[in-house]
Structure formats: C-alpha cells, structure tokens
Nanobody, 124 residues
Framework: VQLQASGGGPVQTGGSLTLSCVNS????????MGWFRQAPGKEREFVAS????????FYSDPVRGRFTMSRDNDKNTVYLRMNSLKPEDTAVYYC??????????????????WGQGTQVTVSS
C-alpha cells in the first residue's frame, strides 16, 4: 500500500480546498481510510474517517459541518472537501489506511499505512 496525498496549498480564510489521496495498492476497498493533521508544535490529530464501503463517516468536532470525506473505490481514492477554512485549520494533512476493528477509526494507532502529507495554509 502506498498513499499519495495532494491538493494542499495556500488559501484565504473562508475558502475551500479538496484534498485527494490515492492508494496504489490493489485492496483499497478493504481499508478504513482516515485523514489526520498536524500543526507545528502540536500532536497529530484526527480529522475524518470513512468506512470501507463509504457509507459511514465520522468527523472531529472542529471540522464537523465544514469538511466532507468521501471515497471512490473504483479510483482507489479518498477525498476531503474542506469548506469555510479557518487559520486554525493550517497543518500538514495526512491520509491513512487501516483495517479496523473500528469501522471509522479515530486513533492514529488504528492505521497502518500513511501518506506523506500535504500542507494546507489558511491565511487571515
């Protein structure tokens, strides 16, 4: 499994970005997928996760209602649509793949494979 995240960049407060994460592996639908982020000087934190079939999603409180996670198993890709961005959303965003047991894991140790991260910078 190799995860490649993209789509980050600079954006102004209130703007939108869509992150993508492509899995080069052949068993993409077998993984719970998650997005985490890490700001400078802070620990990595959970952002969103999605079940294997895409029918269940879960979000952290800071992003719920603004971010939407989806997946296309035919394209081996997950997405994170981020709306109404705030300066506090500035971080390196990582996608991750895990096999559970939770169908929407929120803890980093539930994920085995990690992408390289993509920087999101929100200016005020």
């Amino acid at each position: 499994v190799q995860l490649q995240a993209s789509g980050g960049g600079p954006v102004q407060t209130g703007g939108s970005l869509t992150l993508s994460c492509v899995n080069s592996g052949r068993t993409f639908s077998g993984f719970v997928m998650g997005w985490f982020r890490q700001a400078p000087g802070k620990e990595r934190e959970f952002v969103a996760s999605i079940s294997r079939g895409g029918g269940t999603t879960f979000y952290s409180d800071p992003v719920r209602g603004r971010f939407t996670m989806s997946r296309d198993n035919d394209k081996n890709t997950v997405y994170l649509r981020m709306n109404s961005l705030k300066p506090e959303d500035t971080a390196v965003y990582y996608c991750a793949a895990g096999r559970g047991p939770s169908i929407v894991g929120t803890m980093p140790n539930e994920y085995t494979f990690w992408g390289q991260g993509t920087q999101v910078t929100v200016s005020s």
